[in-house]
């Protein structure tokens, strides 16, 4: 067991001791090891520099400025294109003008805008919205592709749709059906301040961006960008949401009329054979409206295809929503139908 000291003398040594101990571990925790983990980091940056001034010192050796000028001009573009695809401020007023500025082209409103959970992370941050418009299954549509479309990376997600109860200033046309949709949109802001440390932040959120939704960084088809043969140059991914050929699954099909005429009210009045089976002409009549269609092999009268016309007949096939039933109208009997 240590004695404790008695003497003035040894008391004093060993307060000396005790208050060197506690200068020593100060400086070493306070000042020595984070100026050494600061001075390894700047060895670090020391060192990648050299490395690229040596190779910077090759390429002149060898005569290569307009391909440093390209490359240079090449990069520059890059770095641009990373500034609007995740800028290093928040923008969020901008981002809903632009938003809104978007339904108003469609003639859709803006319902309620609620703001969402702000995700932070190593390279950029997430903000989220919460927003809803009122129109129709078309027009959402389009609005949704052009809002992903927009310069900066939005990503419109967890889409709902209803039947709006209240409609506001956007009546509904005839034959339409307006719908609330209720989304979020997520966006990214890059981390960092200022300078050159900006710029490499804003790089590394891009990049970390386009891992995660594999849609900031694309082939263009044009010229390869430095850093090797055949590098994708960075390019914003453009949606289209086209309607043609597609039906609004929320429209009413009997006010649409998109349902008539029905198979069971069409009676065969006619046929006319060609030995050519393609110009053979059936007149058909919708017992129900009077109108009388004169058909062909592949005309189409709403869910209806005429697939084959025969001396006495005529093959149809039914699209019943996603099958297809295939029927054959008697001209001797308008009200017998068989299954071929």
Avoid at 52 to 81: C, F, M, W
Avoid at 151 to 174: D, Q
Avoid at 220 to 227: E, I, M, T, V
Avoid at 282 to 307: F, H, N, P, W
Wanted: aromatic fraction near 4%; glycine fraction near 10%.
């Amino acid at each position: 067991m240590i004695a404790r000291p008695t003497s003035p003398r040894d008391q004093s040594l060993l307060l000396v001791s005790v208050v060197a101990i506690a200068l020593l571990c100060a400086y070493w925790y306070g000042l020595h090891r984070p100026t050494a983990a600061s001075m390894a980091e700047r060895t670090l940056r020391v060192r990648t520099l050299t490395e690229g001034n040596a190779r910077a010192t090759a390429v002149l050796a060898r005569g290569a400025l307009d391909s440093l000028d390209r490359q240079q001009a090449a990069l520059a573009a890059e770095l641009r294109t990373l500034r609007v695809l995740i800028p290093s401020g928040r923008e969020v007023p901008a981002l809903l003008d632009q938003i809104l500025a978007v339904a108003r082209r469609h003639d859709l409103e803006l319902g309620d805008v609620a703001p969402g959970e702000t995700v932070p992370g190593s390279a950029f941050d997430t903000y989220g919205f919460r927003l809803s418009l009122r129109g129709t299954h078309h027009e959402i549509g389009e609005v949704l592709a052009e809002i992903a479309s927009l310069e900066r990376i939005i990503v419109p997600a967890n889409l709902t749709l209803a039947l709006a109860t209240t409609t506001g200033r956007r009546a509904a046309r005839a034959g339409e059906q307006v719908l609330e949709a209720s989304f979020d949109v997520r966006t990214f802001v890059g981390r960092g301040g200022a300078g050159s440390e900006s710029d490499d932040d804003g790089a590394r959120a891009a990049d970390a961006v386009g891992d995660s939704l594999g849609a900031a960084v694309v082939d263009s088809g044009g010229p390869a960008a430095p850093g090797g043969e055949g590098r994708p140059l960075l390019q914003r991914e453009a949606f289209v949401y086209d309607r043609v050929g597609r039906r609004d699954p929320f429209a009413s099909l009997l006010a649409s009329g998109a349902i008539r005429p029905l198979l069971a009210d069409l009676r065969v009045s006619g046929i006319l054979v060609d030995p050519v089976s393609a110009n053979s002409v059936a007149m058909v009549k919708d017992t129900v409206t009077g109108q009388l269609y004169r058909v062909k092999e592949g005309s189409v009268l709403g869910r209806i295809r005429v697939t084959a016309i025969r001396a006495r007949e005529v093959a149809v096939t039914v699209d019943e929503f996603g099958t297809a039933r295939r029927q054959v109208l008697m001209l001797d009997d308008p009200r017998r139908e068989k299954t071929p």
